[in-house]
């Protein structure tokens, strides 16, 4: 069972300004998951996962790496990964 890639590639990609917005909440969500990570009460993994998204959101080269990482996980895992994320325009 092939499946789509996790996050779309974006030739064109975004504009500039959008770029930046969505780097900069992306290096956010990454900072806030290593104090997660230093405090043991917050966990940092949520942060670390929207850190993810959004990062590969903001550029081609990082939704590049993040399918190519996720076509290494088991069906079940990225079937997973799929009910857990939000539905997109056009995803089946």
């Known amino acids: 069972m092939e ?11 975004y504009p500039a300004w959008k770029r930046t917005a969505l780097f900069a909440a992306g290096s956010a969500c990454m900072v806030l998951g290593v104090i997660g990570w230093l405090v043991p009460v917050v966990t940092g993994i949520p942060f670390y ?42 995803a089946q």
Do not use: C, H, T
């Open 3 to 13: 499946l789509p890639d996790l996050l779309p590639e974006r030739d064109n990609g």
């Open 49 to 90: 996962v929207a850190g993810i998204v959004l990062l590969g959101l903001a550029s081609v080269r990082a939704a590049r790496a993040v399918n190519r990482l996720e076509r290494r996980l088991p069906l079940r895992a990225r079937l997973a990964l799929r009910r857990a994320l939000p539905r997109r325009d056009g």
